[in-house]
């Protein structure tokens, strides 16, 4: 698992270096979800495919950014899913985006996953990591090499509300809840990034991110393997929860194909059993 780490720390600066320099338009082309790509999506993908051909551990691939699973090394244990660079779109308006890695073993699934990372790419780069039985680390770029900060943990009860989708595809009883958070005091923390987005709950103690089924996307926007589940890992583990509109785990997934998307909803304990009761889910 060293070796994916390292490798994830290299493709952090060499995509950091591309963000800062290379042209933000489109390419010809559009991504499996039918979404045009930015050259910059291309670029990040192609930095990542390239690092990981010799890693020996990595057996697959598979990228937010192509359909289909692409091979590495038949010899090698792990799959990583990732999404080479999350809410590409905000580079145009220089906001902070990030690329999420999950690292899976066997079938890809929730249960499956054995590690996850994201970088946060901002005024500066950050790493997280979480790995089985530990805390996520914090890392932080200083110069051209990554320094431990610490590790991540949730409070119990956090200040922010980062309600994803549009509101007038909301359900009643999910507005009445983002409504009722705001009504005992919560902030709204809502960039249109998830891995910034998200960060900040982990790193500013708690609160809830939450993209829902809504009336234009009944299945969520964010996709299992590559978004959902690897976040979910990350919450775990800071001793956060995790969960969809049903209360299903979110590591309990069993995604149909990879680009499958969930409804989702990572949190504190306080803010999750708060969205249990708005949305009658028994415990
Ligand atoms: P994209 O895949 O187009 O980069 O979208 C970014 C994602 C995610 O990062 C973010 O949380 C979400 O889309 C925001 O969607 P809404 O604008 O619908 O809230």
Redesign the pocket.
Known sequence: MHSIFETIKSVAFEIDHAIKTADLGYSNSENSSG?DQLKLDVQSDIIIEKAFASVAVVKNLVSEEKEGVLTLNEAGKYTICYDPL????LVDVNLSVGSIFGIYENELQGSNLVASAYVVYGPRIELVIATKGQKPMLYRAIGDTFKEIGSITLDKKGKLNAP???QQNWCDYHKTFVDDLFTEGYRLRYS????P?LHQIMLKGGGIFS?PATSDKPHG??RQLFEVIPFAFMYEQAGGYAINDKGLRLMELIPSHPHDTSPCFFGSKYEINALKTAYGIKN
């Open positions: 979404e999350d809410g590409s779109s994803g989708g549009t249109g990034g998830m891995v987005d993209y926007k964010l």
